[in-house]
C-alpha cells in the first residue's frame, strides 16, 4: 500500500468514527441533560460541535495523523471523565475495549501503543478506585473483566497491526526496488526527481544527475552467459551503493542502465568525483569493464524540467558511448 494510499485509508476510518461519535455525543448529551448531568452534557455537545468541526475539514487538511491524535485525545478524555461521574450501570466504561482498536486504525503501531497504554490504564485506574471507594455498583470483578477483555483485545490488535505493517513494507520495497540489484526501480524515478527538483528550487540549490550505461553488456551476456550478466549487474549496483551519499537516490533504469539523482550537488562535482570513485571502486570487483556516464545538471540560476534533465543526460550518455567507441577507457564520462 503507497503512503497515499494507507493516508485515504486512514481518512476514510476517521470519517466514520466521526459521524457515529457525533451522533452518540449528540444523543448523550440531550439524555445526560434530562437525567441531571448538566455539566457533562455541555461539555458532550462541545466536543461533539469540535468533532463537526474536524469533519469539515478532514478531505482538505495536509495534517490527518495530527487531527486523529486529537480526536482519540478528546474522545478518550470524554470517555475516561464519564466513568468518573456516571453511574457503572451505563455501561459507558465498555468503550474503553475500543480504544486499542481506534488508535492502531488511526495512527498505527508505534503511536497507538501509546495512546492505547494511557487510556487503557487510566480507564481501568479510575475503575479500581471507584472500587476502592467502595462504590456499591461497582465490584472488584468489573474490574478483572473489563482488563482482561482490554488486554486481550489490545495484544490482538497490536499483533494485527505489528503484521499488517510488515506486509505493507514488504509490498512497498516490491513495488519500488528492483529485484536484482536492490536498486530503485524506474517506477519510482519520475516521482522522486521531481519531488527533489522542487525541494531544490525552494533552496536554490543545483541537481545533478547521471545516466550510466555498461558498454556493450549484449555481448557479455551473449559470450559470458546471463549468469555472468547478472554479476555484472550486480557488481556495478554494489560499486554505486558503496560511494552513493545517502541524500542521493540510485536507480537501475533497466536492462544494463542505471540513474543517480546527486541533491545540492553541481555536475562539475559529480563528474570529477562521483566518476573517479565509480570507476575506482569497480577496477577493484571487475576488470575490463567499461562504462559509458552521461551527466546534466540544472539550477541555481534556471531549473528544468524531470523529464528534460533525464532527456539532456540520455544524450550526453549516448555521446560519451559514441566517443568510447573511437577511443576506449575503462570508464567514459560526459
Not at 233 to 251: C, G, K, M, Q, Y
Request: positive net charge; aromatic residues 12%; contains cysteine.
Amino acid at each position: 500500500m503507497k503512503k497515499s494510499e494507507e493516508y485515504q485509508y486512514r481518512r476514510s476510518v476517521l470519517r466514520v468514527l466521526l459521524i457515529v461519535t457525533i451522533f452518540a455525543a449528540s444523543f448523550f448529551a440531550v439524555f445526560n441533560w434530562t437525567v441531571g448531568l448538566k455539566t457533562y452534557a455541555a461539555i458532550e455537545a462541545i466536543v461533539a460541535a469540535f468533532w463537526c468541526y474536524i469533519l469539515s475539514i478532514l478531505n482538505t487538511t495536509r495534517h490527518l495523523q495530527r487531527w486523529s491524535f486529537v480526536y482519540l485525545c478528546t474522545f478518550y478524555s470524554l470517555v475516561l471523565l464519564g466513568i468518573v461521574i456516571s453511574s457503572l450501570k451505563s455501561g459507558l466504561f465498555s468503550w474503553i475495549l475500543i480504544f486499542p482498536i481506534l488508535s492502531y486504525l488511526l495512527l498505527g503501531r508505534r503511536i497507538g501503543t501509546a495512546i492505547t497504554c494511557v487510556g487503557i490504564f487510566s480507564g481501568l485506574g479510575i475503575i479500581g478506585w471507584r472500587v476502592w471507594q467502595q462504590t456499591p455498583e461497582v465490584h472488584w470483578i468489573i474490574l478483572a473483566n473489563v482488563g482482561l477483555c482490554a488486554v486481550a483485545i489490545w495484544a490482538m490488535s497490536y499483533v494485527y497491526e505489528s503484521k499488517r505493517e510488515t506486509v505493507v513494507n514488504h509490498l512497498q520495497e516490491m513495488a519500488t526496488r528492483d529485484p536484482l540489484t536492490s536498486l530503485l526501480n524506474m517506477r519510482t524515478m519520475h516521482a522522486t526527481l521531481t519531488y527533489i527538483l522542487r525541494r531544490a528550487k525552494r533552496r536554490s540549490e543545483s541537481v545533478a544527475v547521471a545516466y550510466i550505461d555498461i558498454n556493450d553488456f549484449k555481448v557479455i551476456n551473449d559470450t559470458q552467459g546471463h549468469q555472468r550478466g547478472n554479476e555484472i549487474l550486480l557488481a556495478v549496483a554494489s560499486a554505486i551503493n558503496a560511494i552513493t551519499r545517502p541524500e542521493d537516490h540510485a536507480f537501475r533504469h533497466g536492462g544494463d542502465e542505471f540513474f543517480i539523482i546527486f541533491a545540492n550537488c553541481t555536475q562539475a562535482q559529480a563528474q570529477n568525483i562521483y566518476g573517479q570513485r565509480l570507476a575506482a571502486e569497480l577496477s577493484s570487483t571487475v576488470k575490463d569493464l567499461s562504462l559509458s556516464i552521461g551527466y546534466a545538471q540544472t539550477g541555481i540560476n534556471e531549473y528544468i524540467s524531470p523529464d528534460a534533465l533525464i532527456q539532456q543526460a540520455d544524450q550526453n550518455m549516448y555521446a560519451v558511448k559514441y566517443a568510447s567507441k573511437l577511443k576506449p577507457q575503462s570508464v567514459a564520462i560526459a
